[in-house]
């Protein structure tokens, strides 16, 4: 090789090592910058590229009734979405169709934004089927949590619903939300470059379903008394009506129903006004279902007996410049006769002489113009207006349940102090909550004194005849109070038919209280609403295990007798007929000779009915007839 | 001796980078199972859900009601009927 050719061969290596050496060096480089000064960036867009976090829904707790069964389940459902770019527009018409949706709005929908939106949510698993066999580019299914519940309008008001962002909106559903919803988990996920699952995933926050809630209702009676009360107010052609049964002992709340109801399940066909839960949100004037408690205020004042008599004004009577009138005026009534009548005159009376703070301390105690605490939004305190606003007039007719005002469960608490023998329990829905503890607000003598008295009110003679069940007996109290209008006075024509009672009288395992507004068949409590708690205690009571005692026992008749107070009978006026309960046929045969009275038998014993009923008028030589029982 | 050397080398070399293959597909086939699994549990988790929602439905009282009175001919008892409930 020449010397020319070697240096020129030299020079080429020089060159090419040169360049290897600077392309090296480039790569040294290179690398000191990816691994040094870009390190950190560079990690964090790798750990995003294999890492990914997955939100994860918790399903809302169960509710179940008394007895374990389903009354709100979640179950998951799919929805539909899209990234609305990645939608071809020549595939709108198949999605509208799949989805049976107006292709205007998909168009809408899906031209308007860009990026993710939801096109249908938790609709049934075929829907969603039929939009994902389509296979339309940017449309995906997700699984979202929904809420049903199965026993439809009959839980509607009680459990209220479930938006779609799994929140409680009414009822139960609302105000245990806290309780029932669960807690979104976080789930990391690792994934290789072709988007696999790797193992070693770990929950950044598990999800946590919510707690389950288990409520005293029973699903039994619940669907009983919603039946009874739907049967009742449509025979009644009326607008709306409630029913509340509860637990006297404990405050439990059995059932909770209204009508017209709605299903929780598509609640958005229905309009707002019908979703609220009016046995606890819409007040009434309870009528002469709150003479009970004046009778008990009369008696704790000390001024009144229960063989104290009042005389009636023969059905007229003026306080200040307001008459008030009697449905069936009388003349003298004993107390229990003011509410086995339903006497508006003996009420104001004894309302008057007692004074309004006295009436006033009474009702306050048992719960009017109160919220009763329970576990739901809403909840209506009432209408007790203070004593000193109160004049004359005021006084005597909050003494008979007008100018008052009530929810039914406000009603149910209020009899159950009566069922209890005076103790206060808070009305409770939801098992393990902590309630108020019982309170005593009114003498054990007093309450059962009036529950006696109020025996007589639902005896075949009271105006509660009709809400008796066969083989029972009822303590409870009828009402009818005119509906107040917009501007502060009444409602012509507008009536609100109560009941109010507790069964078996004795021994009380049910409080029931029915409310029907605006019945056009008739507007009495006892034709409208005593009917219905017939049917429910009818019902119920079999079903909790409460055998029908024969009426024919006599020892039962005697306790009534005790209760009607035997010194009643004998100062009974000249021309009104005795009381006979409990008397054996020789003191009944003497008691009506000494008036003169003809006396027609049935039966052997003790007289456990009669007819004409005690202190109706009858003329010399008039016929009273008996039946006894052995 | 060095070409042996080299030999046990380079087949430890492949014999390592097989394996490291081999369990590079069992990770992938493992996590697979274990999110199949998962989601099998789910999905019997909400099957369960889903027939305890359908049992309460067709259990409800007002649906006995009806199938008591409609199919079997049954009736509420008349009042004094129920002595010994």
């Known amino acids: 090789m020449s010397a020319s050719k070697e240096v020129y061969v030299r020079r080429r290596l020089e060159v090419v090592v040169g360049l290897l050496a600077i392309g090296f060096a480039i790569l040294v480089i290179r690398a000191i910058d990816l691994q040094w000064y870009q390190s950190p960036q560079l990690r964090d867009r790798a750990e995003k590229q294999r890492q990914r ?97 199965p026993l439809g309008p009959e839980t509607g008001h009680l459990l209220g619903f479930v938006g779609v962002d799994g929140h409680g909106l009414e009822g139960l559903e609302y105000s245990l939300d806290r309780q029932l919803v669960g807690r979104q988990g976080r789930e990391l996920v690792l994934r290789d470059a072709r988007g696999h699952t790797l193992p070693g995933g770990v929950w950044l926050q598990k999800p946590e379903p919510g707690a389950p809630v288990k409520l005293y209702v029973d699903a039994t009676i619940q669907s009983l008394a919603y039946a009874a009360l739907v049967e009742g107010v449509k025979q009644q052609h009326a607008k709306s009506g409630s029913i509340v049964v509860m637990r006297p002992q404990d405050g439990a709340v059995l059932a909770m129903a209204n009508w017209p109801s709605y299903n929780p399940n598509s609640f958005r066909k229905f309009k707002p006004s019908e979703w609220r839960n009016r046995a606890v949100t819409d007040m009434l004037e309870p009528g002469s279902a709150l003479k009970p408690f004046t009778i008990a205020a009369a008696l704790e004042s000390g001024h009144w007996k229960t063989s104290s008599r009042v005389f009636c004004e023969n059905g007229r009577f003026r306080v200040a410049n307001y008459v008030i009138h009697d449905d069936h005026p009388e003349q003298w009534l004993n107390l229990t006769g003011i509410l086995a009548k339903s006497s508006n005159i003996g009420a104001a009376k004894l309302a008057t002489d007692i004074g309004p703070k006295a009436l006033h301390h009474m009702l306050s105690l048992v719960g009017i113009g109160h919220r009763t605490g329970i576990d739901l939004s809403g909840e209506s305190p009432g209408m007790l207006l203070p004593s000193e606003r109160w004049g004359p007039v005021e006084t005597a007719t909050i003494a008979f349940g007008q100018g008052v005002a009530v929810t039914p469960l406000q009603l149910a608490t209020a009899f159950c102090i009566l069922a209890n023998g005076g103790i206060h329990v808070e009305p409770k829905l939801v098992q393990g909550a902590s309630t108020r503890p019982p309170e005593r607000v009114m003498p054990q003598y007093i309450a059962d004194t009036v529950r006696s008295m109020l025996k007589d009110a639902a005896s075949p003679d009271g105006t509660g005849a009709l809400a008796v069940p066969a083989g029972y007996r009822v303590a409870g109290k009828t009402g009818t109070a005119q509906m107040p209008d917009r501007h502060g006075g009444y409602a012509k024509g507008k009536y609100t038919a109560v009941f109010a009672g507790m069964v078996p009288a004795d021994h009380p395992r049910l409080v029931i209280v029915v409310t029907v507004d605006q019945p056009e068949k008739s507007i009495y409590g006892g034709v409208v609403s005593a009917p219905i708690f017939r049917n429910v205690a009818s019902a119920v009571l079999p079903y909790l295990g409460v055998a029908p005692k024969e009426q024919s026992s006599p020892s039962l008749w005697r306790s009534i007798a005790v209760a009607d107070h035997p010194s009643d009978t004998s100062s009974a006026p000249t021309g009104t007929v005795p009381s006979l309960f409990g008397k054996s046929l020789r003191q009944a045969r003497s008691m009506l000779a000494s008036r003169d009275y003809q006396l027609h038998v049935h039966g052997s014993g003790w007289v456990a009915k009669q007819s004409p009923s005690p202190f109706s008028k009858l003329p010399e030589g008039g016929a009273v007839e008996v039946w006894l029982n052995d | 001796m060095m070409l042996r050397l080299g030999i046990v080398v380079g087949l430890s070399v492949a014999a390592m980078a097989t394996a490291q293959i081999w369990l590079a597909h069992s990770r992938y086939a493992i996590a697979h199972e274990a999110t199949l699994a998962r989601h099998h549990m789910e999905d019997m988790q909400a099957d369960i859900n889903r027939l305890g929602l359908e049992l309460a439905s067709l259990s409800r009282p007002e649906r006995l009601r009806e199938l008591a009175k409609d199919r079997l001919g049954m009736a509420p008892p008349l009042p004094g009927q129920v002595w010994r409930p």
């Open chain 1, 53 to 149: 976090q997955f939100a994860i829904a918790a399903p809302r707790g169960t509710i179940k009734d008394a007895k374990g069964r389903v009354l709100a389940e979640s179950i998951e459902v799919p929805s539909i979405s899209a990234i609305a770019d990645e939608v071809p527009e020549n595939r709108f018409p198949d999605l509208a169709t799949a989805l049976n949706m107006d292709l205007h709005r998909i168009q809408r929908k899906l031209k308007s934004q860009h990026g993710f939106t939801w096109l249908a949510r938790q609709i049934d698993p075929a829907r969603a089927k039929r939009v994902m066999d389509l296979h339309i580019p940017g449309v995906r299914q997700e699984m979202e949590w929904r809420r049903y519940q």
